[in-house]
C-alpha cells in the first residue's frame, strides 16, 4: 500500500540544524512532486515546502526560506528537508505528504493526497 | 493570520447537517481548486475533498465540497460522533511567493 514514514526528528537547541527524511513506498515515487508541512503544538497546519518529481525546481514558504532545504532522492525514494539555524518557533510535527496527480498530471497547484505520521522537532536550549 | 478564513469551531447533534466555510480571495480560491482535510486528534491529515468538490472513493458521501466564486464549503450530513475532527481547507494562491495556504482549521464538536 501507499506509505509516507519520516523519520530524523528530535530535540536541538536554536541556531543548530537538523535533517527530516521521508522514505516513500508503495507508489512510483520518481512520478511525484512532494510537499512538507508542519504543526506547531496546539496549532493550524503550515505548508512549508514543494519539490517538483525531478527536483529541479522547489517552493518555500516565507518562513522557512533560506534557512530549510527540501530535496528529493528518487533512487532511493526518499524526500529529505534540511533545517538550518533552527529557532523556536520551528517547533512542530513535520509532516511529508505526496502530491495528487490526476490522469498522469501532477501540477503544482495539485493538493496533498497522501499523508505521512509525521516526526517531532523540538527546537529549545 | 491565514489568508483562508475558517470559523474556528461548529458543532452539530448526531443526524444534523454541519457546513464549514472558507473565505479566500481571488488570486487562490477564486482561481484555483479548494482542498479538504479531515485530522482526527493525535492523527496526520486526510484527504477528505480534492478539486473542490471531489471526493476520494474511501469517503463517505456524507462529505461533500463546493465553490462559489472566492469562498469553498464542506457540508457533513448525518453528523456521526467519529466526524469530531479539525478540518482544513487549502489552495494554491497565484500572488503569493509562498503559494501553498492552508485555513486556520475548524473544530467541529458532535454534541
Known amino acids: 500500500q501507499v506509505q509516507l514514514v519520516e523519520s530524523g526528528g528530535g530535540v536541538v537547541q536554536p541556531g543548530r540544524s537538523l535533517r527530516l527524511s521521508c522514505a516513500a513506498s508503495?507508489?512510483?515515487?520518481?512520478?511525484?512532486?512532494m510537499h512538507w508541512v508542519r504543526q506547531a503544538p496546539g496549532k493550524g497546519l503550515e505548508w512549508a515546502a514543494l519539490i517538483s518529481y525531478d527536483g529541479n525546481k522547489k517552493y518555500y514558504a516565507d518562513s522557512v526560506k533560506g534557512r530549510f532545504t527540501i530535496s528529493k532522492d528518487n533512487s532511493k525514494k526518499a524526500l529529505y528537508l534540511e533545517m538550518n539555524n533552527l529557532r523556536a518557533e520551528d517547533t512542530a510535527v513535520y509532516f511529508c505528504?505526496?502530491?495528487?496527480?490526476?490522469?498522469?498530471?501532477?501540477?503544482?497547484?495539485?493538493?496533498?493526497?497522501?499523508w505521512g505520521q509525521g516526526t517531532t522537532v523540538a527546537v529549545s536550549s | 493570520q491565514s489568508v483562508l478564513t475558517q470559523p474556528p469551531s461548529a458543532s452539530g447533534t448526531p443526524g444534523q447537517r454541519v457546513t464549514i466555510s472558507c473565505s479566500g480571495s481571488?488570486?487562490?480560491?477564486?482561481?484555483?481548486?479548494v482542498y479538504w482535510y479531515q485530522q482526527l486528534p493525535g492523527t496526520a491529515p486526510k484527504l477528505l475533498i480534492y478539486?473542490?468538490?471531489q471526493r476520494p472513493s474511501a469517503v463517505p458521501d456524507r462529505f461533500s465540497g463546493s465553490k462559489s466564486g472566492t469562498s469553498a464549503s464542506l457540508a457533513i450530513s448525518g453528523l456521526r460522533s467519529e466526524d469530531e475532527a479539525d478540518y482544513y481547507c487549502a489552495t494554491w494562491d497565484d500572488s503569493l511567493s509562498s503559494p501553498w495556504v492552508f485555513g486556520g482549521g475548524t473544530k467541529v464538536t458532535v454534541l
Open positions: 478539486r473542490s468538490n
Open positions: 508503495g507508489f512510483s515515487f520518481i512520478s511525484y512532486p
Open positions: 505528504a505526496r502530491s495528487y496527480c490526476s490522469g498522469g498530471s501532477c501540477n503544482f497547484d495539485y493538493g496533498m493526497d497522501v
Open positions: 481571488s488570486s487562490n480560491i477564486g482561481s484555483n481548486y
